[in-house]
C-alpha cells in the first residue's frame, strides 16, 4: 500500500505544478495537486501554525505502536480486524512520509458535484478509510458471534 500511495503521489507531483487540476470527468472528477499542512479535511491546515507537524508525527507514531499492539494480540482468524490494521498502518506510513519529507500530505483526488468538492484526498487516504470499515465490519460481525454463542 505505501509503494503504490508514494508512486502515486510522485507521478502528481512530477506531472503537475502544485495547485493546479485536471478535469478528468467533467461535473464529477478532477485530478489535482494540492498540499495538507494539516489532518482529515484540511484541519489545521496553515502555514502559521508551526506546530502541526511535529504533533501529527507524534499522533502518527504513537497510533501506529497502538496498531502493531492490535495486530499482535489480534485473534489469527480474524482476518477483517487483521486487514483493517494493515491498511491503516499503511495508509498512516504513506501520509508519515509526506509529513516527514515536505511537512506537508499531498492529496490529488477531487471528487465533486456541481460546486460541492469533497476535500481532495490520496491513496493512503482511501486505505485508511477501507480499512476502519474493515474494522467495524470485524466488530459487527465478531459481537454477532458472541451473541449467538
Given amino acids: 500500500m505505501v509503494i503504490i500511495d508514494q508512486a502515486t503521489k510522485l507521478w502528481v ?4 505544478e502544485v495547485w ?27 502555514e502559521s501554525i508551526s506546530w502541526q ?12 505502536g497502538f496498531i502493531f499492539y492490535m495486530l499482535k494480540t489480534a485473534e489469527k482468524n480474524d482476518n477483517w480486524l487483521i486487514t483493517g490494521l494493515g491498511l491503516i498502518a499503511g495508509g498512516a ?19 465533486y458535484v456541481g460546486d460541492y468538492h469533497w476535500p481532495a484526498f490520496n491513496i493512503a487516504d482511501c486505505a485508511l478509510t477501507v480499512g476502519a470499515g474493515c474494522i467495524i465490519f470485524s466488530l459487527i460481525i465478531n459481537r454477532h458471534r458472541d451473541t449467538t454463542s
Fill in 93 to 111: 506510513v504513506g501520509n508519515l512520509i509526506d509529513r516527514i519529507r515536505t511537512g506537508s500530505v499531498i492529496d490529488f483526488l477531487d471528487f
Fill in 20 to 46: 493546479t487540476g485536471k478535469v478528468i470527468i467533467p461535473g464529477l472528477f478532477n485530478l489535482v495537486h494540492v498540499l495538507n499542512r494539516g489532518a482529515a479535511w484540511g484541519f489545521l491546515n496553515s
Fill in 53 to 64: 507537524r511535529p504533533l501529527f508525527i507524534a499522533i502518527t507514531f504513537v497510533a501506529l
Fill in 13 to 16: 507531483t512530477s506531472t503537475m
